[in-house]
């Protein structure tokens, strides 16, 4: 971008017209709609007070639930970023019967209300349900490794933490699809086949030289489906069991904080959601760019 | 489509828009004259029948005042007594306990706070209390409130932070407490605590917490106000559950206000006072008990739907705890009982 | 890569360029049935329940249930509210667009991340701002209440909800594809005379109608679905603030679980529309798609 010498120092010159009411518009309804009112939100945590807003923060019952918002999203978009994967090269690759349809519904998520997809995934997960009666029977012990999220897997997934994760699978799956198909598609043979011809075992091609390739898009794909996840209301508490300390997530203590009259507690607690968030996407995206410096743009 | 009519289309589509965007405003605020009557969980089906038979009599009695419509909304007790708060312009409040009206009064200024002393028995039109529901046969022979602390026993229960009938469940368990324990409070905190710890799922509110026990199949025992678990026999069918009368249990009473400054701006306290005073009238009573919840004049029910009532021992909240005043700080306050003992399980 | 390149020690014979790109029948075969248990797990048996409990209690309850005028009436808001929220939407997302993708200027990345903002804030949030902002013990309250104006709990809340939640999925969409398009054929048009408008109409809009279009299906898919957010502002006053995910939820909570499925098979119907169009579009204009890039 070469800065033209003009009277415009914020804008490049054009020919095109319309630039004003255009912004304008834009700017006019982003800050009504959407600045305005966070800032109302932050405002409001800030009247709190700071020995209230320490308090609330560092509630165990705050943490708790902040923790399990994060790494039930975190988990929930990493199973999406594998299967997600293998879901859209499964699409892109591959010719098999019903495979239109399979792609079209992918974005299921996307149209089906969260409230309609909790319910029935609480139908079909609780004990009584058609997939949780086959799974009582499978108990096992499920430990998540570098976390202290240990659940002794009793064959139950409806009410506990794994029934979060089981409505962010759901929430996030296509955010994953949607970014790594179309890079897939267009991803170029030659390169494919000349590392085939030259004796690179498949395995190895597809880690070597089809993944690097891939991966700026499964990493934004792993951002959006996360960020998603993490506020996800509707779908979960229908499923989560709401036990404070152990299956709470953040945006229903939000709810509850409400429900107490607590303003300023849940601004407190929602704001601490909106910061954990933006940074982490921030990471995401700083990670992403490194990538994309490092393997070219996709 | 050729490229102008298109483009004459999607003007008119952009005109029409701002358009709507504008009239929906004014719509918004626009509003009719009928009642909204604020309510908690399980008093759907009772404000069904209840709002229907005030609608004939007031309507026959006032042509001139014709009532169109009684609104409901239900949710969590508490959830309902902060959309008051935030604004939204109920002419009557019937809520789970005192507590949450008293909030209402508090916080939106607009109903005095002494509103309890305005109507019959502490604006109380009818009482429930807590009992166990268990599925049949009582398999984990559950008999009394000593029996929740077993291990291994499940208790399904609402959140009391949320939940009216949660909080009402919460201060039984601890009259019982405190009268077994002869008020050692090292042991009733160990007693509630054990409870609590026995509790799988905390729903937000007393529906989704039956349909967790009764539809999920989640749970040994679910502590119910005693007109949800009746309900729950006549949806489900008397084969799959058996209702359990613990021996003391806690006289609830779920009072009824006015909200003053809604119905002087809506000017709508005529009807509003007469609704809830209707609900005192014979003809009301026996539509409470017919929907499972103890009526205040028993002669005026059916006496078939009085004797489905069983005997309890019931203590009042007043005797126990000195009042909703002092309960809600003490027990489900921030840092209240509740929160020092709720300890889940891993 | 660069080790990619060089045969390594355990090199196996060089397999033909056909071959290359394709794994053995067994890994094939293995990786679609992953993909299809992982699809019917979490995708297809939500919607498959929705139909089959709607249909539990035969077609005389599920019309019952969708025709009682507490249904209808959530149904007719739900309507309304995407009838406002949508063009709203529409005018803001190609107003952005064109700002972004047409011009240079300061500040450029920043307004994308703004546009994409709600995407991100739980959906809870979104309706918490609201009440804050305008409930009773709000910031606007007393004011609104002194001049007997209503927003929460009344329509202006739940469009203005619903607008939050919504606000980035068409601006999302075209952005990317009016970028991809550069801007030769509106200079083109200009220099020829044409109007400003008469550019914008003729000659843009056109040329990005199908992404548009998609965005605008997705937008009023969430629209219409959203629950979170209104569920904060709503009130949940039946048979006048309730849309039609609220009104699921409440007959769910009255032990009517099938006319609760019957009104969410309206929306999975929806959902099912909504996909239906927007793969016919794929199939008919899938580069002009393609271009658009992600959601």
Request: hydrophobic letters at 35%.
């Given at each position: 971008m070469t800065a033209a010498t003009t009277t415009f120092r914020w804008r490049e010159p054009s020919i095109l017209p319309g630039f004003g009411l255009a912004l304008g518009i834009t700017v006019t309804a982003l800050s009504l709609i959407v600045l305005i009112p966070l800032a109302a939100l932050f405002l409001k945590a800030a009247s709190a007070g700071p020995a209230d807003i320490w308090a609330v923060a560092t509630s165990p019952r705050t943490l708790a639930a902040l923790k399990l918002s994060f790494t039930a999203a975190l988990f929930a978009a990493l199973v999406n970023a594998v299967f997600g994967l293998i879901l859209a090269w499964v699409l892109v690759r591959y010719e098999f019967p019903g495979r239109r349809l399979i792609d079209a519904a992918v974005d299921l998520p996307f149209a089906l209300p969260t409230a309609v997809a909790g319910i029935s995934l609480a139908a079909i997960y609780a004990p009584n349900g058609w997939v949780g009666s086959l799974l009582a029977p499978l108990a096992f012990k499920l430990t998540i490794p570098?976390?202290?999220?240990?659940?002794?897997?009793?064959?139950?997934?409806?009410?506990?933490p794994l029934g979060v994760m089981v409505a962010l699978i759901f929430i996030g799956l296509p955010f994953v699809v949607r970014t790594v198909q179309p890079v897939l598609e267009e991803l170029q043979s030659d390169v494919e086949e000349a590392a085939a011809l030259l004796g690179a075992s498949r395995f190895r091609t597809i880690f070597r030289v089809i993944l690097p390739q891939v991966l700026p898009a499964l990493m934004t794909g792993f951002v959006l489906a996360f960020a998603r996840a993490v506020g996800e209301y509707g779908s979960v508490i229908f499923i989560a069991g709401n036990v404070p300390m152990l299956s709470e997530i953040a945006p229903l203590l939000i709810v509850i904080r409400l429900e107490q009259f607590d303003y300023a507690g849940a601004a407190v607690v929602a704001t601490m959601m909106l910061l954990i968030s933006f940074a982490l996407i921030l990471a995401g995206n700083l990670i992403q760019a490194r990538a994309r410096r490092r393997f070219g743009d996709v | 489509m050729t490229r102008p009519a298109y483009s004459r289309l999607l003007r008119a589509g952009l005109v029409l828009g701002a358009f709507s965007l504008c009239f929906g405003v004014v719509a918004g605020a626009r509003a009719q004259t009928e009642l909204l009557n604020v309510s908690y969980d399980p008093t759907r089906e009772l404000y069904r029948d209840i709002n229907a038979a005030f609608l004939a009599e007031w309507n026959a009695k006032h042509p001139d005042k014709k009532i169109a419509t009684i609104r409901q909304s239900h949710g969590g007790s508490g959830a309902q007594a902060r959309t008051v708060i935030d604004g939204l312009n109920a002419d009557v409040v019937t809520l789970a306990l005192a507590g949450d009206i008293d909030a209402v009064a508090e916080r939106s200024?607009?109903?005095?706070?002494?509103?309890?002393?305005?109507?019959?028995?502490n604006s109380s039109p009818y009482t429930s209390t807590i009992v166990f529901l268990v599925r049949k046969g009582n398999p984990k022979a559950i008999k009394d409130w000593g029996d929740l602390v077993k291990p291994g026993v499940q208790i399904i229960t609402p959140n009391p932070k949320t939940s009216g009938g949660a909080r009402w469940n919460y201060l039984a368990a601890w009259a019982y407490a405190e009268k077994a324990f002869n008020k050692d409070d090292a042991k009733i905190r160990d007693y509630i605590g054990k409870l609590l710890a026995n509790v799988p799922v905390l729903d937000t509110g007393a529906r989704g917490a039956t349909t967790t026990f009764t539809?999920?199949?989640?749970?040994?025992?679910f502590l119910s106000w005693e007109n949800e678990a009746f309900l729950a026999l006549k949806e489900f069918g008397t084969d799959k559950f058996d209702i359990v009368v613990p021996s003391p249990s806690i006289l609830a009473e779920p009072p009824v206000a006015l909200v003053d400054g809604n119905v002087d701006a809506k000017k709508t306290r005529e009807q509003a006072q007469a609704y809830l005073e209707f609900l005192y009238t014979p003809k009301a009573q026996a539509i409470i008990a017919r929907n499972f919840y103890r009526p205040r004049n028993p002669e005026a029910a059916d006496a078939k739907d009085i004797a489905n009532f069983p005997k309890v021992e019931l203590v009042t909240i007043d005797d126990v705890f000195g009042g909703w005043k002092k309960a809600q700080p003490t027990h489900f306050g921030d840092g209240g009982t509740f929160d020092q003992l709720y300890k889940p399980a891993r | 890569m660069s080790d990619a390149t060089l045969p390594s020690a355990a090199a196996t014979p060089p397999r033909s360029a056909s071959r290359a790109r394709s794994e053995s029948p067994v890994v094939q075969v293995a990786l679609i049935a992953i993909s299809l248990a992982f699809l019917l797990l979490f995708l297809l048996l939500p919607l498959v329940t929705v139909f089959v409990e709607a249909a539990a209690k035969g077609w005389e309850a599920y019309r019952a249930a969708i025709t009682e005028p507490d249904a209808l009436a959530a149904i007719r808001l739900t309507l309304l509210v995407a009838a406002i929220a949508v063009p709203f939407n529409i005018i803001v997302g190609i107003a952005a667009a064109w700002a972004i993708a047409k011009f240079e200027f300061r500040g450029k990345d920043l307004l994308i991340s703004l546009i994409d903002l709600p995407f991100s804030v739980s959906p809870v949030i979104s309706g918490l701002v609201f009440v804050l902002l305008f409930g009773a013990q709000g910031y606007f309250g007393p004011w609104l209440q002194a001049n007997d104006l209503k927003i929460v709990f009344a329509l202006p809340g739940l469009i203005l909800a619903t607008v939050f939640v919504t606000f980035p999925f068409v601006a999302r969409e075209l952005i990317p594809h009016m970028q991809s398009l550069g801007s030769a054929d509106e200079e083109a048009a200009l220099t020829l005379g044409a109007s400003p408008w008469r550019v914008f109409f003729a000659v843009t809009l056109p040329n990005v109608k199908w992404s548009l279009f998609y965005g605008v299906l997705l937008c009023n898919a969430r629209a219409m679905g959203e629950f979170g957010a209104v569920a904060v502002v709503s009130g949940k006053i039946r048979g006048l603030t309730n849309t039609m995910p609220l009104h699921i939820e409440i007959l769910y909570n009255e032990y009517m679980g099938a006319a609760a499925f019957a009104v969410a098979s309206l929306l999975a119907g929806l959902a099912l529309v909504t996909l239906v169009l927007k793969t016919l579009l794929e199939w008919r204009y899938g580069d002009a798609i393609a271009a658009s890039g992600r959601h």
């Open positions: 570098f976390t202290d999220l240990s659940f002794g897997f009793d064959g139950k997934v409806a009410y506990t | 200024k607009k109903l005095p706070l002494d509103w309890q002393k305005r109507l019959p028995h539809q999920r199949g989640i749970g040994d025992v | -």
